[in-house]
């Protein structure tokens, strides 16, 4: 595709169900990162795929927190039994593979965002 | 641990002016650093990428500056426009997986 979409835009659910949020990347795009933006804080990296392995995942905040993607295109980031300090916009970006490639490190070009709300 | 500070947080300036935004980042192992704008509600615009063997690039009224050594980066702003009311995020990539690591941003006005 064009760009890198999410779905849904906004999700607003109820203190202890579980959530999926999906990313579809930029076709052709190998590495695909989830980020989550809470209310006046900066954006905090979750978690890294390169292919459909997730070498990284050291931001991810708890285990209520998962996230698989199938190949090199889709990929969901689960949260189970969703808590208030959940809310927040998860970005997702996707970008060719870390490392150098003709004396360049690549840049990320991220979706637009699901606003999460737990009530 | 990678930590990225931008300053001013807000900003309001007159429609014409030129204007700078600063960043800052303690840990200089980085592969590149890349300037994003955030309208509200919306996601990230990315507007300039300096690699780390860099020091600046320049995009229209845009030029974004990077001092490895000394841990900064600066976004310069000519001729600011209504239009670039938003807020701009600073980040660092870095790590095996190139992650990024970014400031609270700043916001900026632009009154005409």
């Known amino acids: 595709g064009a760009g890198v979409s999410q779905s849904p835009s906004n999700k607003v659910t109820e203190k202890g169900k579980d959530v999926e949020l999906r990313c579809d990347p930029i076709?052709?795009?190998?590495?695909l990162y989830w980020y989550r933006q809470r209310l006046g804080q900066g954006l905090e990296f979750l978690i890294y795929f390169q292919g459909n392995s997730a070498p990284d995942k050291s931001g991810l905040p708890s285990d209520r927190f998962s996230a698989e993607r199938t190949g090199e295109s889709v990929s969901t980031l689960t949260i189970q039994r969703t808590q208030q300090e959940d809310s927040a916009v998860y970005l997702c970006?996707?970008?060719?593979?870390?490392?150098?490639?003709?004396?360049?490190?690549?840049?990320?070009?991220f979706g637009p965002g699901t606003r999460l709300t737990v009530l | 641990k990678q930590e990225v500070t931008q300053i001013p947080a807000a900003l309001s300036v007159p429609e014409g002016e030129n204007l700078v935004l600063n960043c800052s980042f303690t840990?200089?192992?980085?592969?590149?650093l890349q300037w994003f704008r955030q309208d509200p509600g919306k996601g990230l615009t990315s507007l300039l990428l300096?690699?780390?063997?860099?020091r600046e690039q320049t995009s229209g009224r845009l030029n974004a500056s990077l001092d490895k050594s000394s841990g900064r980066s600066t976004l310069y702003i000519a001729a600011s426009q209504p239009g670039d009311s938003a807020t701009y995020l600073c980040?660092?990539?870095?790590?095996?997986?190139?992650?990024?690591?970014f400031g609270k941003g700043t916001k900026l006005t632009v009154n005409p």
């Open positions: 300096i690699q780390s063997s860099q």
């Open positions: 840990d200089s192992a980085i592969y590149n």
């Open positions: 076709s052709g795009h190998t590495a």
């Open positions: 970006a996707s970008s060719d593979p870390p490392g150098l490639a003709g004396g360049l490190f690549h840049e990320q070009f």
């Open positions: 980040a660092v990539a870095q790590g095996g997986s190139e992650k990024l690591v």
